[in-house]
């Protein structure tokens, strides 16, 4: 148990000070893309070193947590059968494959990446409360949704700043704007329905977070392959 509290709180950490100029201090100076007052600038490259991290813990994050989700309630073969993998993210066009990633414009990639995120937001924030009232799933379970709700957080606002940066450098235009929040049903229904809905939350999820981890890794080779791509 000792082992699972230090790594909750190392992720943790990471989550908070992953825009800080000092990532081992949460006070430090905030990362901006442009040059402000109180603000520490970092390139290109390492912003988007920053983002990449960031996205590969917050995969690896649920990862974990679809595995011992997986483990408490669905023992069954069977039961993992029935989970009907209908992602609430399926009508986000998003490339298929890495060819067809890397033939989208800087532009589209970019917005492809936000909008996945932003579609995460509210139902992670409720997967965590909903995960917190089954008392036989472990603390340190429930403190990873809560986790992967803040880093989603986080590396929306990331991407963010390196959408200013590239804006600012004129790699990109000024067309990729603001996202609004994508609609998610919420799970209601009997108790096994609803842990039928919630693991193929996580599913989708995990598949989600390694799109973006891709997508990332991707638009970053487009822009500066010279960096160890």
């Known amino acids: ?13 990471l989550s908070v000070c992953l825009f800080c100029s000092r990532p081992t201090s949460v006070g430090a100076a905030p990362i901006c893309a442009n040059a402000q007052t109180g603000c520490h600038i970092l390139s290109l490259a390492n912003l988007f070193d920053r983002v990449i991290q960031h996205s590969a813990r ?18 069954s073969k069977n039961q993992i059968g029935r989970v009907s993998r209908n992602c609430h993210t399926s009508d986000i066009l998003t490339p298929n494959g890495k060819e067809n990633a890397q033939r989208m414009a800087r532009e589209e990639l970019t917005e492809v990446i936000l909008k996945l995120l932003v579609a995460w937001r509210d139902p992670l924030w409720h997967f965590h409360q909903s995960i917190a009232h089954h008392h036989d799933f472990n603390n340190f379970s429930s403190n990873k949704a809560l986790e992967m709700s803040d880093m989603v957080h986080e590396l929306r606002k990331g991407v963010q700043k390196v959408a200013e940066k590239m804006q600012m450098l004129g790699i990109i235009s000024n067309s990729v704007s603001g996202l609004a929040s994508h609609e998610a049903s919420l799970p209601s229904g009997s108790a096994e329905w609803r842990l039928m809905k919630d693991y193929e939350l996580l599913y989708c999820f995990r598949r989600d977070s390694n799109k973006v981890q891709n997508y990332l890794k991707i638009l970053k080779c487009r822009i500066m392959p010279e960096h160890g791509c």
């Open 58 to 75: 917050m995969h690896g994050v649920s990862n974990d947590l679809h595995s011992e989700f997986e483990q408490y309630f669905l023992p």
């Open 1 to 13: 148990m000792p082992g699972n509290i230090r790594s909750v709180s190392v992720v943790w950490v």
